[in-house]
């Protein structure tokens, strides 16, 4: 099969299950903020030196090495315009777990995870928009489609900056509920989010298998530049190393849910587009795990000054 023909499909989607999956993701943010505290918000202003490069390799340093990636390999134009959508999505929600597991600075991690949640509802539909339209092939799908970046824009509130806002209105105001809330919210929410991927996909299951070889080397390629960014840019401004784990993991584990909601919302569920997505899903998992337990394992030097 020829890798362009990959562009000519399109993954079939319930209706009502989109509307579902919509649901559902508002329902995971709105569990990881519950996670949150207005005082994440607030560390970013008192120690921004993490936190900010770590939203300036998120939101700008990821998508133009993207572009780059893109220009270097040349992968048909829906895997291209893939790789750019998962680029601009902000972190995952399983991050901050990974950062503790890696024994890196799980407050960066957190503050990391606030504020590019909210920074997500313009940059993501700003990137996809911007990026995308420097590209002949990805433009051409952009002109095909009439995507309207307001549009995203609009979505991606109600899906993230809603269940946020509420989240954290409920965890500063109420925070015994938001105790009570925080576990069936976070873990039920993922597993009926899991079981209805699943579902979909289970009805495109020969185009998984007919073209998954496509996108297997692309997305391990662009996940462990996202993860190397992350850190050696740490480390190139001298930042601890347990502030570079949090930052490459940030970087690396991307919300691949939301970038399924927009493939399917305003591309049509465009085949190379939501095989990236899927796939990314799957291996930032793989990867974050393997990269937090080799971390886990290698001990962190203290400065001399904590020890005495």
């Known amino acids: 099969m020829s890798p362009d023909e990959i562009d000519q499909i399109r993954l ?3 209706p009502g299950t989109l509307m579902l999956l919509n649901i559902v993701l ?6 990881v903020a519950l996670d949150l505290r207005i005082g994440d918000f607030v560390r970013v202003f008192r120690s921004p030196k993490a936190p900010v490069l770590g939203l300036l390799c998120q939101f700008l340093l990821l998508p133009a090495l993207t572009f780059l990636l893109v220009i270097w390999i040349q992968p048909a134009p829906s895997l291209a315009l893939g790789m750019m959508l998962v680029a601009a999505c902000p972190g995952g929600n399983i991050s901050n777990f990974m950062t503790h597991l890696a024994r890196g600075n799980t407050a ?4 990391m995870t606030a504020v590019s949640t909210a920074a997500a509802i313009f940059f993501t539909p700003a990137n996809v928009a911007f990026w995308g339209s420097r590209y002949e092939p990805t433009a051409a799908i952009l002109r095909q489609v009439a995507l309207d970046p307001l549009d995203m824009l609009f979505l991606v509130f109600v ?4 269940p946020l806002v509420l989240g954290l209105l409920i965890s500063h105001r109420f925070p015994g509920l938001a105790d009570r809330l925080r576990r069936p919210f976070k873990f039920g929410s993922i597993a009926v989010f899991l079981l209805i991927v699943v579902l979909a996909f289970a009805g495109n299951w020969q185009n998984f298998l007919d073209y998954i070889h496509l996108v297997v080397l692309i997305v391990l390629l662009h996940n462990a530049t996202a993860l190397a960014l992350g850190y050696l840019s740490s480390r190139a401004l001298r930042l601890p190393e347990e502030d570079a784990r949090a930052v490459a993991i940030e970087v690396g584990i991307q919300n691949s849910g939301l970038g399924l909601l927009l ?7 465009l085949g190379g587009m939501a095989l990236v997505a899927a796939w990314w899903g799957i291996w930032h998992i793989i990867a974050g795990l393997s990269v937090a ?3 886990s394992r290698r001990s962190i030097d203290l400065p001399e000054s904590a020890g005495a």
Not at 26 to 31: E, K, N, T, V
Not at 159 to 162: A, F, I, K
Request: glycine share 18%; no cysteine.
């Open 12 to 14: 079939n989607f319930n």
């Open 26 to 31: 508002g329902l995971i943010m709105f569990g």
């Open 108 to 111: 960066v991690s957190v503050s």
């Open 159 to 162: 899906l993230l900056g809603v």
């Open 263 to 269: 493939i399917f919302g305003f591309f049509q569920g």
């Open 293 to 295: 337990t080799f971390w």
